[in-house]
């Protein structure tokens, strides 16, 4: 999920539920974090969360940072990225 510009995000790895979002529903607002949780198959759910910077750190190293989706398409990539981890 994204997370944008002025909506109520908390990430704690510790907790047992480690994302607090609060959707605003601004979508031109700036991206700052995307997150994701998974449910296995088990039961048992892992989170995970990137900031922007962590997303810009993994994008600067694709040989495709400045052209193709990373361009047309960053949120797409980051949420991505963020789901690969």
């Known amino acids: 999920m994204p997370v ?13 539920r480690p994302i607090k979002h609060t ?3 601004v979508p031109n607002a700036k991206l700052t974090w995307v997150y994701t949780t998974v449910k296995m198959s088990n039961g048992d759910r892992t989170w995970f969360a990137m900031s ?6 993994v ?4 040989r495709a940072a400045n052209d193709g989706p990373w ?3 960053y949120e797409a990539m980051a949420m991505k990225t963020c789901l690969k981890r």
């Open 4 to 16: 944008r510009e002025g909506e109520n995000f908390v990430y704690d790895p510790t907790a047992d």
């Open 59 to 62: 994008r600067s190293r694709s």
């Open 71 to 73: 361009v047309t398409d």
């Open 23 to 25: 959707p605003m529903g």
């Open 52 to 57: 922007r910077a962590e997303v810009d750190a």
